[in-house]
Structures are given as structure tokens and as C-alpha cells.
T-cell receptor, first 115, second 117 residues
Framework: AQTVTQSQPEMSVQEAETVTLSCTYDTSENNYYLFWYKQPPSRQMILVIRQEAYKQQNATENRFSVNFQKAAKSFSLKISDSQLGDTAMYFCAFSLTGANSKLTFGKGITLSVRP | SQTIHQWPATLVQPVGSPLSLECTVEGTSNPNLYWYRQAAGRGLQLLFYSVGIGQISSEVPQNLSASRPQDRQFILSSKKLLLSDSGFYLC????????????????FGNGTRLTVT
């Protein structure tokens, strides 16, 4: 079975600064996908970024980028130029390929952006 | 464009009462459908998923059940609610990829806050 671990329950960052959220996972498979989802106070789950395990290049989406270390089974999210609207819970998630998108989620981390 | 509707947004039910949460998807066909539960301080736990009408897979043994009477309709039910059923329930859909290795991301509804008293 696959597991996803987010060991930091809470983090805080000053507006305009950069913050990195950590995530590790465990799997014996070689082909899979990793995701970061954002859940703002509205509780709506929003996809932030996705990484295919077979790609060595780290995914980026505007101010969001990942540091994917396959050997270490690490998948961290970097948020640059933090904005107040980035305040939310962030979930790391894992999915095997061909698994019809069944995602295994970590427990999440609460990020607060300070003005 | 595709949209997902989930209702009700909030629900307060006494222990032992029945439950029915409904989710519908518009703008797509043959989606994979999912029910997740988010308990306080915990991540999302997959409860059920469906790859087609009448096809339901259960991930966690419990007193909840799911049904898919129509292609884009997914219902979460219980005959008798327990206190432990309280939580935030999220419906989600994804594009069905068949045997493809491409994994479509999940698209979530706005969720239902269920409080069992």
C-alpha cells in the first residue's frame, strides 16, 4: 500500500516571501503521479500542481514549483512571492498510473501568510 | 465546461437517522466518481469510487454505502448514522482513462459538512 506523509502540521510565512512545504511518500512502484491540492477556508479543493514520476524535470505553475526527488521519495512544494490568498491547507497526494485516479492523500499542512 | 454539484452544503442529523448526499456532474460523460471524507485534523480518506453505472468499489468498511443510478450521479447513503460519521464529505470526478497510463486529476465539489448529534 502507498502512504503519503506530511510531517509539518502548520507553517507561517511573510507575504512576498518564499515557503517550502514538505511531503514524502512510500511506494514500491516505479510509475505514478504526485499532486499538490490547496483547500482554502471555503473548503473547495483546488489542484495546484501535478508531477509525473517518469519526468525528471520538476513541474512549475506560475509561483508554484516542486522539488521532486524520486530516489528519496520526496515531493516538496515551493511557493514564491507568497500572497495572502495562498493561506490554506495544502495536501500532498499520490496516485498509481492506470489506477483510475484513486488518490492517497497526506494529512495536510496549514499555511498562513502574514501581511 | 465541466461542473460538479454537491448538496446539501451542511447537514445536521441525529444518531440513527438515515443519510443521503447527492452529487452530479455536468459537461462530461463516463466520468470516474469518488466519495472522500475529511475528518478534523486528518487528510482525505477515499470511501467509494465508481467507474460506471452500478459499479461501486468500497475502500473502507463502514455503515455507509454508495450508488450510481445514472452516469453522472453519485449518491452516498446510510441507513443509520453514527456519531463517528460526522465530517466533511467531498465528491469528486475525473476523466476515465481506461488502460491509459495518463491519470486525470480529481475535480472536487464544494463538500458537505455533516454533523451527527
Amino acid at each position: 500500500a502507498q502512504t503519503v506523509t506530511q510531517s509539518q502540521p502548520e507553517m507561517s510565512v511573510q507575504e512576498a516571501e518564499t515557503v517550502t512545504l514538505s511531503c514524502t511518500y512510500d511506494t514500491s512502484e516505479n510509475n505514478y503521479y504526485l499532486f499538490w491540492y490547496k483547500q482554502p477556508p471555503s473548503r473547495q479543493m483546488i489542484l495546484v500542481i501535478r508531477q509525473e514520476a517518469y519526468k525528471q524535470q520538476n513541474a512549475t505553475e506560475n509561483r508554484f514549483s516542486v522539488n521532486f526527488q524520486k530516489a528519496a521519495k520526496s515531493f516538496s512544494l515551493k511557493i514564491s512571492d507568497s500572497q495572502l490568498g495562498d493561506t490554506a491547507m495544502y495536501f500532498c497526494a499520490f496516485s498509481l498510473t492506470g489506477a483510475n485516479s484513486k488518490l492517497t492523500f497526506g494529512k495536510g499542512i496549514t499555511l498562513s501568510v502574514r501581511p | 465546461s465541466q461542473t460538479i454539484h454537491q448538496w446539501p452544503a451542511t447537514l445536521v442529523q441525529p444518531v440513527g437517522s438515515p443519510l443521503s448526499l447527492e452529487c452530479t456532474v455536468e459537461g462530461t460523460s463516463n466520468p470516474n466518481l469518488y466519495w472522500y471524507r475529511q475528518a478534523a485534523g486528518r487528510g482525505l480518506q477515499l470511501l467509494f469510487y465508481s467507474v460506471g453505472i452500478g459499479q461501486i468499489s468500497s475502500e473502507v468498511p463502514q455503515n455507509l454505502s454508495a450508488s450510481r443510478p445514472q452516469d453522472r450521479q453519485f449518491i452516498l447513503s446510510s441507513k443509520k448514522l453514527l456519531l463517528s460519521d460526522s465530517g466533511f464529505y467531498l465528491c469528486a470526478w475525473s476523466v476515465r482513462q481506461g488502460q491509459s497510463s495518463y491519470n486525470s486529476p480529481l475535480h472536487f465539489g464544494n463538500g458537505t459538512r455533516l454533523t451527527v448529534t
